[in-house]
């Protein structure tokens, strides 16, 4: 892979790319759907979930709060307002379960950032609640190696905008790393900064993108290790 | 009052001192306590209702969803899981109009900020969500004025040293305007930065103090004009 050149900064995605997320939200996803079988089959209601959600996005912003909301909202809604007490009882506490859920550190992820923060400024860029970031920061042993965290309401170009302005660099000094091509790639190598993809095996349905990315400041990783050979 | 000296970036706290907050989170309260009257008393449910939002507050933190989410579960806890989904649906509809509040700005904010934004870097550091609080920066036209935002978990010591850190100042450099002497004003003085107290008229139980305080790097304002006098 060509090496990257320039770069002052880099920005760590932090859920699914330094530590499982996805699939502790897939698990109380599948559990939800349980639960709601009585009502609809399980497809449905996924389907449903996932329509709130997105809908609730611009009010809620992401995060396990806003997905906690979301279930009791579905759940109302597709019971027609007949739904049980115990089942909000029951999603209000798969909620709390996931905000406890231990840290899985990803493979390679220590090693990475052991050797980058040496040579770079390292942040840890990331959409969610601030607190629960955080929270799983400081459970991961990770906050050492991040000169700060960056939560970003969203990640979209405006997003990434403002804070490669307050990291008071320009774009071809940033780069940025992911698991997501929508959030993490996408809308920084259209501001002209570097972009590297690190797969993870699993992705939410609104995260998904179905075209290939053509820029010279793009590189597709097969493990977050690869990071090593091209800096 | 004698004049400050040696600072670099000013922040403001936004909540009630910026624009109104508290009393829209009391309004609803109010609603909930009516809501509630054919279980407790209001004083009752309304102590119900502080003491779980208190109790959430490490797994939530702060914000509309926490409080959302908070007297859901109390309305569950206190009606002995027997509440009627109607009164959830009316809890989150509430939550949402919290939402889309317009922004009601305090006395003299406008103009302070234009004066202080032209020789100071001036920050935003705030609790409550990210996505919230970023909205209500750009309903409220004040944006120009903020060099950035920065939403904190916490306010504690350990918040503020972060944030002071991460501003590449010293704490001396360091002045934060606040309603909340717990919040905005105790942590900064004891990490040896200024603050000034702008008194609002109605502050949440959980952030009031009963002591006054004696420190050459307070200065208690009657409003936030007053800043004007003392740079």
Redesign the interface.
């Known amino acids: 892979m060509e090496k990257i050149e320039g770069i002052k900064v880099i920005a760590f995605d932090a859920d699914d790319t330094l530590w499982v997320n996805e699939p502790y939200f897939q698990e109380i996803e599948n559990k939800f759907c349980e639960m709601m079988e009585v009502y609809h089959p399980r497809h449905t209601v996924s389907r449903e979930l996932l329509g709130r959600e997105i809908r609730n996005l611009e ?3 992401y995060g396990i ?2 997905f ?2 979301s279930m ?2 579905t759940a ?1 809604d597709i ?1 027609d ?3 049980k ?2 089942v ?2 029951r999603i ?1 506490q798969y ?2 379960e996931m ?2 859920k231990p840290i899985e550190l990803l493979d390679g992820v220590e090693n990475v950032l052991g050797q980058v923060s040496k040579q770079f400024r390292v942040v840890m860029a990331t959409k969610g ?4 970031q ?1 929270r799983k920061l400081i459970k991961s042993g990770l906050e050492k190696y991040f ?2 965290i960056e ?4 990640k979209k170009e405006i997003n990434y905008q ?1 804070l490669i302005r ?1 990291l008071d660099i320009n774009p071809g000094q940033f780069l940025m790393i992911g698991n997501s091509l929508k959030s993490d790639v996408l809308p920084v190598l259209n501001l002209g900064g570097w972009a590297c993809h690190v797969p993870f095996h699993t992705t939410w349905e609104h995260e998904k993108i179905d075209y290939s990315i053509e820029n010279q400041k793009f590189r597709q990783f097969t493990s977050i290790s690869d990071l090593l050979e091209i800096i």
Request: proline letters at 0%; aromatic letters at 2%.
């Open positions: 009010d809620y912003g709060k806003s906690m909301l009791i909202e109302i019971s307002s007949t739904i007490v115990e909000i009882e209000i909620g709390k905000l406890h609640d601030l607190l629960d955080e000169h700060h939560i970003l309401s969203d403002k307050h």
